[in-house]
């Protein structure tokens, strides 16, 4: 009677007793165990090949099953998104309203009452976790404990499930709201493609606004302007604005603050950002450095991304809006001035003779202001600030922003919705609201 192994298939060593023996009965050898069936006539027992070939290749893929889920993880995840992409009704009221609303909010409320930049600190740590990890496949290949093929395979599936990883928790926590209702119809406005006329006359009613909301905060014109509101005051008033601006449109409310300021602000300058914000604990992170002129809008900025508004243009003008609603003149001046360079900056690409006549409008203190701000970032300009906006570029074309870096810039359209509505005049009672409720 033959029991004897079979080389190639040595490595099993599940029992099939169970399976098996039903139908053809074992034999034992050591541990290993493979059906065999008795051929009466010849006296011989017969293997069933097909089985233990089945039996092999299926421990293999129990083996490698996580690796195997995780490869196909990525692929199935774009078509999941490719798939949510054409119902944004659906991403509204599904993950935007209710799903992402009340994840956020957890968020905001566990973490928002630490004063440690918590997402900063995670963000670091992350990175730092990918280095030590290339750094020991590295160690491992110098000292020859794997080859290269190994080195190559380990390195290549373990990059490919961090992606994965990321990816998935990245639009489980937040990206998902890329593909949301547009802002224009929330809040109902009409963004149709506008003339260089229109173009012009909302970029002098920003330039008027600007100078006036800045001449609320001094009588002095020909110096920057010494801000009224320190790092920590701007951060508390923050919320103000949100409030009417909830009362109107009830997607835009804000609740549970959690906004942070950095460690290491220049740090964050030299890769050319203001603020982030990190959807795995909910923060909003801002970059204190730059002059404050900008930073109030930069808060309310990284405050809409918290409430679900991922898209850059549309966070920009929900910042415009929180300012304009802000019982605070600082912010108003900071939105003003946010919603004037882009405007002009549009007006300069599609006519640049009414750009220059219209700067000669600004008041000399926006001027000093706006030198100010750009002699700081000028100071900050690097190859690796170069390299940050080529990746930030990537990181919005991969999130349905197809405009890449430059989505920042279709605030203009929203804008000019806003002025089309309402010539951008801002009720003082709308803000009254707020105050009598304080
Ligand atoms: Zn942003």
Known sequence: MDSGLIPEFTQIKNHCDIHCRPIYGTVSSGNLCFPRKLNRRLGVYHYNYLYIFVNHYLEILLKNIGKILTLLSLPLQVLLLRMVADRPLWVEHFYTGAVYKYLSQGLRFAFGGLSLPLGQLLFYSLIAGVLVWIGGLVKMRLKKKIGRKQFALDFAFGAIAIVSGFYFLFNSMWGLNYYRQPIQEIVKLDTKVFSTTELEAMSARLIELTN????????????????????????AQAPEGYRPLAQKYPALLYSQQSVKSVFVPELMSYFGLAGIYFPFTGEANINMDPPPYMLPETVCHEMAHQIGFASEDEANFVSYLACELSPEPAFQYSGNLMAMRYTLNRLYWEDSTTYYRQIQNLSPGVKCDLEVTRNYWNGFENPIEVAGRVINDLFLKSNNQTEGVRSYNRVVELLMGEYRKNGLVYEQSQKQVFVSQK
Not at 220 to 233: A, F, G, K, M, V
């Open 212 to 235: 006036q909301s800045r001449s609320r905060l001094t009588p002095d014109n020909y110096n920057p302007l010494l801000y009224p509101l320190s790092h920590e005051q701007i951060l």
